[in-house]
């Protein structure tokens, strides 16, 4: 087993590298922010105060949509490495 991947070593890190890529675009498709969230907090029906919950979930959205962009910078950088190993 140690000598197969030993052997293998940049075909792993190269499929890593892309199961992190389809991970990250999977995590981007689904918390890509939608322009029904309000950043701000501020409702679509005119009064004074901010809603709580359209601000955690914004909050929600743009922390996964970080996740997703690491898994993608993630799997780039193992593809690169790959091609050097």
Same mark, same amino acid.
């Given at each position: 087993?140690?000598?197969y991947i030993?052997l &293998?070593? @940049? *075909?792993l890190?190269?499929a890593s590298g892309?199961i /992190?890529?389809i991970i990250?675009?999977?995590?981007?498709? *689904? !918390?890509?922010? @939608?322009?029904?969230?309000?950043r701000t907090?501020?409702?679509f029906i005119i009064?004074e105060? +901010? &809603?709580e919950?359209e601000?955690a979930k914004a909050?929600?959205?743009?922390? !996964?949509a970080?996740?997703?962009?690491? /898994?993608?910078i +993630?799997? !780039?950088i193992l593809?690169?490495?790959? &091609? !050097?190993?």
């Open positions: 087993m140690k000598e030993c &293998n070593l @940049p *075909k890190i190269n892309l /992190f890529d990250g675009i999977l995590i981007l498709w *689904k !918390f890509g922010l @939608p322009k029904s969230i309000s907090g501020a409702q009064t105060e +901010t &809603n919950e601000i909050v929600k959205y743009d922390a !996964f970080k996740v997703g962009l690491v /898994f993608i +993630t799997g !780039f593809q690169l490495i790959s &091609n !050097f190993i």
